[in-house]
């Protein structure tokens, strides 16, 4: 079985081809071409040569045929016999072949139909060649042939028909409509052919009219089409559309639409108010990508280099993300699990999405949703309103024109509501992947697939994320970086990023290890390291200025030269209590900037019994301060009675920096334990936890935050809650290695730990 590669022309079954057997030859086929020898006509999708020629080169249904002849003079006839559906076709520069299944069709045309069909066909081609000097020698030909197949075939070099609609002519299943196709394409041609002699003359007939207006428009566009090409700048707005439109692969609910405004577009023209406002729409609709992306193999070797060539430490997330990965790699799926990154400012929780982009191999998008109010930032205006745009979310899919990208909503803890909507519960339908195939955008209005997005989103806090939107997300923690990963970060990426901006050459610049250690230390005061960034991206400005004046070559920064080239004083941190006294006892904080240490300051002078609060408390921490007096007022009945003339003063330092949360619940009560018992808290020891008026230590959060402030500041012995326990798991081993951690489930353990004895 011979496989004959054709392009542009029209092999119907059921007819008689005649070929020169050059053509044959031409083909490279390795063996002789013989009588009754079985052949099966492929066409081609683009005109290519044989030796690049591909499977997907060809469309999938084709034309067997058996060779009748072959006489002396070269000719060969082929008569084929009927469609067949082509598999595993396999293309050399020597020969090409395929496996063929006969192809059954719909028989919805009956013969005597066809035939009378036929011959009104065969007596207007008759008619129509009388008008040309060639018609009599052509009337034989028109005459001899049979079946409306022949004609086509015989025309298909003359039909105004492209590669596209020929196959679509084979293709069809149904006999009847296959029938009709043919017919029309005769019919227009014969009436482009009529066209240009009879263009004043107005037919009689229905059928007549239709097919020139068919004719018409043909020529038309094909005129439009060259002149496009020969003056592509007075290419008008329209035309543009309609090409973006064609080429632009949208479903049939958009296209719809699409096809609606242009048309109304058309009838508005340009002097019209409403076009602009019709212009960016349709601008904004062609310039989404609606086509589908195949789906990628993800290498999890090279995804796993790229995260840590980007980012130091951080191995839970990572391996969280490579795990995401994996799934996405085995289910063949463009999305997974919509992840929530949630840690302090500049722990690398939105530059990891961008990571995670390069990693898939895709386009990165970034929506920041800080302080929207809005619901027409998620869902866009409605084109009523003047002025209207697209929501935030469709501004990001035109923006990086992809329908898979890695998406990071930024800063979705800051969302807020007012009369205007809530934009939070706009967004869960945009995060639920049962529901996101179909999102409408208000200014669309029509439905566009969102479920190839992989949502990434980033928050400081989950406590402001309304409960529905947060259970569509997988919460993933971004601990605060210890001092050695901030120096390892520095080292590694800030410092040369900030080197490379400001122009500075690593033979420029040099900071010791000594003066980076400093830096972290002194002059920041942060979970994340954007401060850090600042701080060395300072240091390189000053360099610069050294550099440019010529007052030095070299430049090597110490601890020393640190107040030279950084204008801020170095920051506070609170340290260890240098001596012990009743009443005051060491407590750990957590705030966005990372963890911090506290005092309680409890204090007795006379009066008449009443509490004074101070320190900017906030309602919860005020609430603490009643549980904790009740507490040790059940627990020293005796001592307590000091308070009936004594006037109670609890004061948390800084003052000016507001304090909230129940977390210093345990502290407070170990101070005024201590104050009504005069005995002192030892200055090593440090507390967190929640405590109940059943005298139960609650957990708490911000551990790993924690426990690095009592690090830094000299702490030996912290006391937490026994059901955080497991949290220490995402403490760095550094900072466990330099603390004793005393887990405590209720507060007469900790009392009984912390209170010493009088001194007489």
Partial sequence: MFVIPIYDMII????????????????????????DEEVVFLMLKEDRNRDEMRPEDFFPIGVSGKVEGIDSEGSVSVRTLGRVDVRAIQATPDMMTADVEARSGEQDLDAEEAKLRFDKLRTSMLKFIQRFQWGIWARSYVLHWKNVSEVVSALSAYLNLTNEEKYAILETDSTRERFEKMERSVYEFMEIARVGEEAE????????????????????????????????????DVRKFEQKIEESGMNETARKEAEKVLNRMKQEGKDSHEYGMLYDFLDFLTG????????????????EAVLDREHYGLKKVKQRIIQQMAVMALNRQQSGSILLFVGPPGTGKTSI??????????????????????EAEIRGHRRTYVGAMPGRIMEGMKRCASSNPVMVLDEVDKLSKDFSGDPASALLEVLDPEQNRTFTDHYMNVPYDLSDVLFVCTANTIDTIPEPLLN???????????????????????????????????????VTDAALQTVIRDYTMESGVRGLKKQLETLCRYAAVKLVKGEQKSITVSPKRLSEFLDQKPIHHEGILEEKRPGVVTGLAWTSAGGEILFIETLLVPG??????????????KESVQIALSLVKSMYPKE????????????????????????????????????????????????????SLRGTVM??????????????????????PKANVDDLDEVADEVKEKLTILPVEKVTEVLGMVLEEKKR
Avoid at 358 to 371: F, I, N, Q, T
Avoid at 676 to 691: D, H, I, N, R
């Fill in 288 to 303: 989404l990508c609606w086509k589908k992306e195949e789906v990628q193999e993800l290498d999890l070797e090279e995804a």
């Fill in 12 to 35: 119907l079954p059921e007819v008689t081809y005649y070929f020169k057997q050059d053509v044959f030859r031409e083909l490279n086929l390795q063996e002789e071409l013989k009588e």
């Fill in 201 to 236: 003359n107005d037919q009689q007939e229905r059928h007549e009219k239709v097919y020139r207006e068919e004719a018409i428009k043909k020529q038309i566009e094909f005129l439009q089409r060259q002149l496009d090409e020969m003056h592509p700048e007075n290419v008008s």
């Fill in 699 to 720: 957990p708490i959060g911000g551990l790993p935050e924690k426990l690095m402030a009592a690090q830094r500041a000299g702490i030996s012995k912290v006391l937490i």
């Fill in 640 to 691: 307590a009675e000091i308070l009936k003339d004594h006037d109670l003063h609890i004061h948390v330092p800084a003052g000016a920096v507001p304090k909230d949360g129940p977390s210093a619940g345990i502290t407070m009560t170990s101070a005024l334990a201590s104050l009504l018992t005069q005995k002192a808290v030892s200055p090593e020891y440090a507390m967190t936890g929640e405590v």
């Fill in 472 to 510: 569509r997300m997988e919460v993933i923690q971004f601990p605060g970086y210890t001092a050695v990963e901030k120096e390892q970060i520095a080292r590694k990426h800030l410092l040369p990023k900030a080197m490379k901006k400001m122009g500075v050459k690593a033979q420029n610049l040099k």
């Fill in 353 to 374: 999405g961008q990571s995670i982009a390069e990693a898939l191999h895709r386009k990165y998008v970034r929506v920041s949703l800080g302080g929207v109010r809005d």
């Fill in 608 to 621: 008449s019994g009443k509490v004074q609060v101070t320190g900017q408390l906030g309602d919860v921490m």
